[in-house]
């Protein structure tokens, strides 16, 4: 019998039948996803284990990734192999890249943990920045340590110019996302900053009380999936970017992990959008294969 999912948007309905030795296979009655006007301007939907693309939409369109580009940056910090935690970073004017930040001024001090979390969780550009102007080598090394990560994931079309994503030279495609972010979801240290929903902590130099919140709406706000890591990103000449890995939740409110997903939506025309179409992504690729 098919197993009853809380699915929200769309419930395609379709029977599905496991074929022996064969992963994620679709169903001949069960339709395509056919995307709405306008909803996005590239995705795609894969299965983290196996790297099957289930769906695309110009996968390999080049786009700018906007804050998604943090994701390489968090992956060349723990490709380095050891994140110094309680390392103090002093905030610097260099940081103040623009877009969404961590309000702190100029020469506070900050746990390089805080800003880890602060970078990933709520998307802080300047924390982005410190974190790059403090990787061993400086910015520079940074950013190419970005590029290899990204070639090391399979990224071909990728290329960084900044730690932040606020450099509208940044590139990747909906396919390019798919393989960094699976390669940075594999690891806890950017997992678990990936999938808290807020994170509190006490700013080391002034004892002021912070409390960051997660960008992404289906962690915060939905309970009809379940969020196992994700990311968000905005530039206007982006529009609204997001990746997601999402299982189905069961009738009692339990995930199940056998069928999980990656989505990567980019382009879309706004942010609740964005979430809405990773939504309907998810349900389509639950509803029409078997994992």
């Not at 009655?29 to 909803?39: T, W």
């Not at 390489?72 to 103040?96: H, I, N, Q, T």
């Not at 071909?156 to 390019?176: P, V």
């Not at 972010?181 to 130099?205: C, H, K, M």
Request: hydrophobic share 45%; charged share 20%.
């Amino acid at each position: 019998m098919k197993r009853a999912y809380i699915v929200g948007l769309l419930v395609v309905g379709c029977f599905v039948f496991a074929v022996p030795g064969r992963a994620a296979t679709i169903h001949q009655d069960c339709g395509p996803y056919v995307p709405l006007e306008n909803e996005f301007a590239s995705a795609v939907v894969m299965v983290p284990k196996t790297k099957q693309i289930l769906y695309s939409f110009k996968p390999d369109s080049v786009r700018v990734p906007a804050s998604l580009t943090k994701l390489a940056g968090a992956l060349a910090w723990v490709k380095r192999g050891f994140l110094p935690y309680s390392k103090l970073v002093k905030m610097s004017s260099a940081d103040e890249v623009g877009g969404g930040r961590l309000r702190l001024v100029v020469g506070t001090k900050i746990t390089f943990r805080d800003l880890w979390y602060s970078s990933i969780t709520a998307s802080a550009n300047n924390a982005a920045a410190a974190l790059g102007r403090v990787f061993p080598g400086g910015t520079k090394a940074y950013i190419a340590r970005m590029n290899a990560v990204a070639r090391a994931a399979g990224a071909t079309k990728t290329r960084y110019f900044d730690a932040s994503g606020m450099d509208e030279r940044n590139q990747t495609t909906a396919r390019d996302m798919a393989l960094i972010a699976d390669a940075a979801f594999r690891y806890a240290e950017i997992r678990l900053p990936a999938q808290t929903p807020t994170y509190g902590f006490s700013v080391w130099s002034t004892g002021t009380k912070k409390v960051i919140t997660n960008t992404n709406r289906l962690l915060t706000k939905d309970t009809d999936v379940w969020v196992v890591a994700g990311k968000t990103g905005y530039l206007e000449v982006s529009m609204y970017n997001l990746v997601v890995r999402l299982q189905p939740v069961f009738a009692n409110g339990k995930p199940d992990p056998s069928k999980e997903v990656l989505v990567v939506v980019m382009g879309a025309p706004t942010k609740d959008g964005s979430f809405d179409s990773a939504k309907r992504l998810a349900s389509w690729a639950w509803d029409s294969h078997q994992f």
